[in-house]
């Protein structure tokens, strides 16, 4: 599974302003991975993925604040709301983090977008070329 905005990691490097070695410190793989990932003979896994998705927000947040919580994003109904586990752990700018199974059905909100990349929620920290 790809994380938003993260299977490019030349574009997450560039939109963090970093040098291989850097983000390869940064996300504990080794800068033959990075240069592996960024010249697509290797596809990076759900967790390098992942932590580059959370540098990038972390990043954004940073410089312009929290972004608004996907429940007020999405205009989620307060039953569906209630039974979302994002609501529950007041992670409304994280939702992206969890398995879209523990957003749907009778466990939670409902995510319409199966690619983060179209989402609302993500758009607005994502590298705009990842």
Known sequence: ?????????????RHLGKSQSELAAMLGVSVRA??????????????????????????????HGPVKPCWEVRGCEPAVRDGCTVYQLSAGDLCWMFERRHLKGGQGAACADRDCAKCPVTRCWMPADA
């Open 34 to 63: 990075v240069q592996s990932y960024e010249q697509g003979w290797r596809h990076p896994p759900a967790t390098v993925q992942k932590l580059a998705a959370l540098m990038c927000h972390l990043a954004w947040r940073k410089d």
């Open 1 to 13: 599974m790809d994380w938003p905005g993260c299977a490019n990691l030349r574009a997450v490097r």
